[in-house]
Every structure is written in structure tokens, then in C-alpha cells.
Nanobody
Framework: QAQLVESGGGSVQAGGSLRLSCAASSKYIYWYCMGWFRQAPGKEREGVAHINSAGSTNYADSVKGRFTISKDNAKNTLYLQMDSLKPEDTAMYYC?????????????????WGQGTQVTVSS
């Protein structure tokens, strides 16, 4: 099965920035949707940002205006630029991808995922 590997997590102070990367080993699979998800201890897993094959993006209200999702098709890599980080952004962040068609990448299931990268924001 395809493998996604996240990197770029770390510890920052509130107001700082991080850029997460997700490298996909299955370069020949056509990704209809790609996205970033996060889960903090004791909380539900939530979608953070999504991007479809045409480059259209969608963001959770909690990160809108602060996070930017993008992809580099040539490098087969997904990115999440996180600015103005808040303590409530602290979570394990996961990269996920969907290889079949969906009309809404923010309201669908994903069939590939990575191991996660930890983001910790201190106040």
C-alpha cells in the first residue's frame, strides 16, 4: 500500500510558525484528495485542511487565515504552512490521501495515511 511520511513537527512558542511536509512514496497513484488531520489527547480526530486534484482548498474554521495547505506535484509532496500558532493547535498531525473520486475532500474518507508528526505550541 502507499506510504505517506510526515516531517516538520516540533515545539514552538505561541505566535510561531512551522511547516509540515508529507512525502508520498506511491508517486504513480492519482490523488483526488489530500489533507491534514490532527488529534490531541482526549479529543476527536479532526480535519484541518484539504486540497483536491485541481488545487481547491478547504480549511477548518479554527485554522482559517493561519494555515495554508499546498502541494508540489513534481516532488510528490504535500505541505502545511502553519503561522500564528496557538496552544490549542498542539496535536499529532497526520497526512492523509484519497485515491478515488470525491466531490468534497473535507467530507469524505481517506485510504492512505502517515505515521504522524507532533506539534507542540507553548503559551
Amino acid at each position: 500500500q502507499a506510504q505517506l511520511v510526515e516531517s516538520g513537527g516540533g515545539s514552538v512558542q505561541a505566535g510561531g510558525s512551522l511547516r509540515l511536509s508529507c512525502a508520498a512514496s506511491s508517486k504513480y497513484i492519482y490523488w483526488y484528495c489530500m489533507g491534514w488531520f490532527r488529534q490531541a489527547p482526549g479529543k476527536e480526530r479532526e480535519g484541518v485542511a484539504h486540497i483536491n486534484s485541481a488545487g481547491s482548498t478547504n480549511y477548518a474554521d479554527s485554522v482559517k487565515g493561519r494555515f495554508t495547505i499546498s502541494k508540489d506535484n513534481a516532488k510528490n509532496t504535500l505541505y502545511l504552512q502553519m503561522d500564528s500558532l496557538k496552544p490549542e493547535d498542539t496535536a499529532m498531525y497526520y497526512c492523509e490521501a484519497r485515491s478515488t473520486y470525491s466531490t468534497d475532500c473535507s467530507r469524505t474518507t481517506y485510504n492512505f495515511w502517515g505515521q504522524g508528526t507532533q506539534v507542540t505550541v507553548s503559551s
